[in-house]
């Protein structure tokens, strides 16, 4: 008699058990290497510790994930996405994202309003691509306190920017030539006047550390997080914020639609937004926090790039309507390649 009501106690614990164990974990689509290593060690560590749910990753390439979500649609593979500000945008243009609720998400109420995107994509933090350069390699009279500097041609041959995305020297030529984003054409003849000064276009992050550790282009259009990366690794790079500003970069969070575990992907993302998450982010990659308040070192928040205070939001940053980037991509990619990467 002991035996059947011990074996039906654990027929009922299986039965029990069962559903709860498979939905017991979130699944978040990221980026590979060092960007899911900063996930899992600042945030996937506390939410777990936290709900005792497992975080598990699908990794890919920003545009390859896009893609594959498209295909998806309506069963995502993931409940969270993790993209840039742009592209978050044609992720909610194709309906592949959940409405938001920020009340579900006490700490969204310390974002900064930049890092507000849209309805379905918030920020999880910030860098810049701005200018990072060699001093031992440059002429010591540039100090590039103005993205005008790029233009001197004493730095003819010397110069490097990414292939994959000219939106921050296509925004800067047009705001030096007294437009904008938005009427960019106004700094296209501004842009031609830089092609002398270029050496290489570069490829990935990878790319473009090796072209500058090596002094092959001792000045480039950089990721301010790689610059923050190559100093660690010895790399005597200067990393400056011109007088204009940086051109701003923001990585996002959202939840699919169809996720099965909403409630758990809005404590995931309410994780995120802590303030001493935020600071273990800056600390650990030099990201600036999305919210105010965060807890970052004085050595870290002092870093060209990082930002901690609403007027450095304000003054600091060129931001590219995000909505306006997502649609012109595909034209300042075409125009780039044609007229600056073509020999």
């Known amino acids: 008699m002991n035996g059947k009501i011990v074996a039906l106690g654990l027929v009922l614990a299986a039965f029990v058990a069962g559903p709860a164990s498979a939905a017991e974990k979130l ?21 777990t510790k936290d709900t005792g749910v497992e975080v598990e990753y699908i990794t890919g390439g920003t545009i390859d994930r896009l893609n594959k979500a498209k295909l998806a649609k309506g069963s995502p593979e993931s409940d969270i996405t993790f993209t840039t500000a742009h592209v978050g945008w044609l992720y909610a243009n194709d309906d592949l994202f959940e409405t938001l609720d920020l009340s579900k998400m006490p700490n969204a109420s310390k974002l900064v309003p930049q890092a507000k995107l849209s309805p379905y994509h918030i920020g ?55 437009g904008s984003p938005a009427d960019w054409q106004k700094g296209e003849q501004k842009l031609l006047a830089l092609k002398p000064n270029f050496k290489a276009f570069y490829t990935n992050d990878a790319n473009s550390q090796q072209l500058i550790a090596t002094g092959e282009t001792p000045v480039q259009i950089m990721l301010s997080m790689n610059a923050y990366y190559m100093i660690a690794q010895g790399v005597p790079i200067k990393l400056v914020i011109p007088k204009e500003g940086g051109v701003l970069g923001i990585d996002t969070m959202a939840i699919m639609k169809g996720s099965k575990n909403r409630e758990l992907a809005e404590k995931f993302i309410n994780t995120a937004l802590d303030p001493e998450v935020q600071g273990k982010i800056a600390e650990l990659k030099k990201g600036s926090p999305t919210v105010l308040g965060a807890k970052v070192s004085p050595e870290t928040a002092k870093l060209p790039g990082v930002f901690t205070t609403a007027e450095q939001w304000d003054k600091e940053t060129i931001i590219i309507d995000h909505k306006l980037r997502a649609e012109k991509t595909a034209e300042w990619r075409k125009w780039f390649s044609e007229n600056m990467i073509a020999k």
């Open 124 to 178: 999880a933090w910030a860098y810049v691509y701005t200018i990072g350069y060699r001093p031992d390699l440059t002429p010591k009279n540039i100090n590039f306190s103005s993205w005008a500097d790029l233009w001197n041609p004493e730095l003819k041959g010397m110069l490097a920017a990414p292939d994959f995305d000219p939106s921050h020297i296509i925004a800067v030529s047009a705001l030096l030539a007294g």
């Open 27 to 47: 699944v978040v689509s990221t980026w590979g290497g060092s960007f899911r290593d900063l996930i899992a060690e600042a945030i996937a560590s506390k939410f």
